[in-house]
């Protein structure tokens, strides 16, 4: 198992290597929204079979200050980066700053990847 702790330097050098499974917990919505996109791509591209991102929606820490990005908007990004990187199974789990509660979703691999 490998892990990276974003508290600890040098926490921007990428994860090098390919992983049966990437667990991204608390981390997304604190970078900018601009940064999302590929960022989810980098973790589908480290991910060989599964990928699992867990998103609070805390005005606390999000990104400059911005408001928190709602469950649907996290949901979308996971679907349209799954497009661009078939073949693996995610999940997300998105808690909305509004009323506390935790939505999930998950889709499946449809595309087989080439090994």
Known sequence: MTSRDTAQAPFAKPVEGRFDGVACIDV???????????TLDEL??????????????DPARTY???EPLPPEWWRLQMELAAKRNP???WSLTAIDATDGRAQSYSGDAPAARAA
């Open 87 to 89: 073949g693996r199974v």
């Open 28 to 38: 997304l919505s604190a970078i900018p929204e601009e940064d999302v996109p590929w």
């Open 64 to 66: 400059g200050g911005a």
């Open 44 to 57: 589908f591209a480290a991910a060989d079979r599964f990928l699992y991102v867990a998103v609070v929606g």
